[in-house]
């Protein structure tokens, strides 16, 4: 699956679907899940007062080299995430960790 299903441009800005999963040994992205049609982030942190929210935000943040914002799904694992980088951009830097 190609990494732009995943992703939409909103202007400057670009959304992201993302599948993230708590408690995990390591921060990564794993790759896309194709049937859901989302990008799939592992995070240490676990889902408690918001502390997966803000490690995914400072995460894909560093990744991608602008800031990063839960848009949707503060408390599901899929979620939707607002990043203020132009959608070319953002794909270039995740493609480089897929």
């Known amino acids: 699956m190609e990494l732009v299903q995943v992703l939409r441009a909103r202007g400057d800005a670009t959304e992201i679907d993302v599948l993230v999963s708590p408690g ?3 921060t990564a992205v794993t790759g896309v ?3 859901r049609k989302r990008l799939q982030v592992k995070v240490r942190a676990p889902p408690e007062a918001g502390r ?7 995460f894909l943040g560093r990744v991608v080299g602008a800031k990063v914002e ?3 799904g503060h408390t599901a694992r899929m979620k939707t995430l607002l990043v203020h980088a132009r959608a070319e951009e953002v794909v270039k830097k995740l493609e480089a960790l897929l």
Do not use: T
């Open 70 to 72: 839960v848009a949707r």
């Open 33 to 35: 899940d194709a049937w």
């Open 24 to 26: 995990a040994s390591r």
């Open 52 to 58: 997966a929210n803000e490690e995914l935000e400072e």
